[in-house]
């Protein structure tokens, strides 16, 4: 991703469909359509052009450096995508009640970067940490419960990263586009977690948390 202006956050989107024109796809595109109007800087990025393996046991994978040896472009899309982002956006269809294969292989060789048996660990640590996260969910079926297990992952992903996520939306539909029907507007609502990422009114609190009266200023 290039410099950006002051004001300007780099937002990467992770579209994690082996489908390029799927319903998770078309949140994703809302959302990317949303940051852009939002004036942020942009990458959409398809986990199939850069995820092609899965975690390998890293004391029998890593080469004489240190370093990773799967050759795909996953370190590209880590080092050079993810780290620099101020916010990440996943989108992610619903399969088997959670995230699809490609998603979750990427969150597993997160685990490559950050072993301290990898020469740059600290960097890497330093620069997954701390991110404004969304969540985009395209699901069958229009069961409440349904989705519950992708949120509660990425709540987890982003206490343990010391990140925070500020919302998720989902959009119901089965065949290609079907999301455009959804009454719900999943895709107007993708379009305004990409615009608001970094807007998003967050509270997380605790018994002891002094709070204002009021929710709304």
Not at 1 to 30: E, I
Not at 53 to 67: I, K, N, S, T, V
Not at 173 to 183: E, L, Q
Request: a neutral charge.
């Amino acid at each position: 991703m290039p410099d950006c202006p002051a004001m300007t956050k780099r937002v990467l989107v992770v579209q994690s469909s082996p489908r390029r024109d799927g319903n998770s796809a078309l949140l994703a595109a809302a959302a990317a359509e949303g940051a852009r109007g939002g004036g942020h800087d942009v990458t959409v990025a398809h986990l199939d052009d850069h995820v092609r393996e899965p975690l390998r046991d890293c004391r029998r994978c890593r080469d004489a450096d240190g370093r990773c040896a799967i050759g795909d472009g996953y370190a590209d899309l880590l080092l050079d995508g993810y780290l620099p982002a101020d916010g990440i956006v996943f989108a992610t269809p619903l399969y088997w009640y959670g995230v699809s294969g490609q998603l979750k292989i990427f969150l597993d060789r997160m685990f490559c970067y950050i072993a301290r048996s990898y020469p740059d660990a600290d960097r890497v640590v330093d620069g997954i940490s701390a991110k404004t996260l969304g969540l985009l969910v395209a699901s069958e079926e229009t069961y409440p419960g349904g989705s519950l297990a992708v949120v509660a992952e990425m709540q987890e992903f982003a206490r343990y990263t010391r990140s925070t996520l500020v919302g998720s939306v989902r959009g119901i539909g089965n065949r290609r586009g079907d999301v455009r029907r959804d009454p719900a507007d999943p895709l107007g609502g993708a379009r305004r977690l990409g615009r608001e990422l970094f807007e998003v009114p967050y509270t997380d609190y605790r018994i002891d948390t002094d709070r204002p009266a009021s929710t709304w200023p």
